[in-house]
T-cell receptor, first 116, second 113 residues
């Protein structure tokens, strides 16, 4: 089974520029997550989707970050304008979802963003 | 905030068992204990989870104390490829936002040749 795909793997931008990350979850997975992982820390959840609806975006800095999952499959995360402190690895994960049950999350390889 | 406490780092000799402890003294009755690991430059990988009974799969064993306030992840025969950061996470059972994982800083396990 194919895993979670993310692109690009690496991105270098200057502050105040914009950037977008793409994620394609495992086929059939209803739940999709975006995490931010700053060097030396564990991943921090930014946003959680169930199909194409947002379940939780309480930790998403909405003044500069946005995310969408229009058809309930792949998703994009955008930062505009970027700040130096946005330098991190952005991880996408998916899980089977559905009501009830316990389903582990499968993570993609991440996109390493460097803001200069 | 993460609800677990783990040592910052541990070493283990190759071929020996690696025992990674985790304290979760405030765990509630409907919370599971999950373990994930993250090998350098990769995304986290699910290892195992449990509620109150000990669990074993092809990767590891999870031992949860009777009072559920602590647990130990056991890698029975550690290899160099097991070098990673290991995260212990408690998570509620249920739909929606209850499925979120809150990662702490984890334990850096280094398997030595």
């Amino acid at each position: 089974e194919a895993g979670v795909a993310q692109s690009p793997r690496y991105k270098i931008i200057e502050k105040r520029q914009s950037v977008a990350f793409w994620c394609n979850p495992i086929s059939g997975h209803a739940t999709l997550y975006w995490y931010q992982q700053i060097l030396g820390q564990g991943p921090k959840l930014l946003i959680q989707f169930q199909n194409n609806g947002v379940v939780d975006d309480s930790q998403l800095p909405k003044d500069r970050f946005s995310a969408e999952r229009l058809k309930g499959v792949d998703s994009t995360l955008k930062i505009q304008p970027a700040k130096l402190e946005d330098s991190a690895v952005y991880l996408c994960a998916s899980s089977y979802g559905g009501s009830g049950g316990e389903y582990e999350q499968y993570f993609g390889p991440g996109t390493r963003l460097t803001v200069t | 905030d993460a609800k677990t406490t783990q040592p910052t780092s541990m070493d283990c000799a190759e071929g020996r068992a690696a025992n990674l402890p985790c304290n979760h003294s405030t765990i509630s009755g409907n919370e599971y204990v999950y373990w994930y690991r993250q090998i350098h430059s990769q995304g986290p990988q699910y290892i195992i989870h449990g509620l109150k009974n000990n669990e074993t799969n092809e990767m590891a064993s999870l031992i949860i104390t009777e009072d559920r306030k602590s647990s130990t992840l056991i890698l029975p025969h550690a290899t160099l490829r097991d070098t990673a950061v290991y995260y212990c996470i408690v998570r509620e059972w249920g739909p929606g936002s209850a499925r979120q994982l809150t990662f702490g800083s984890g334990t850096q396990l280094t398997v030595l040749p």
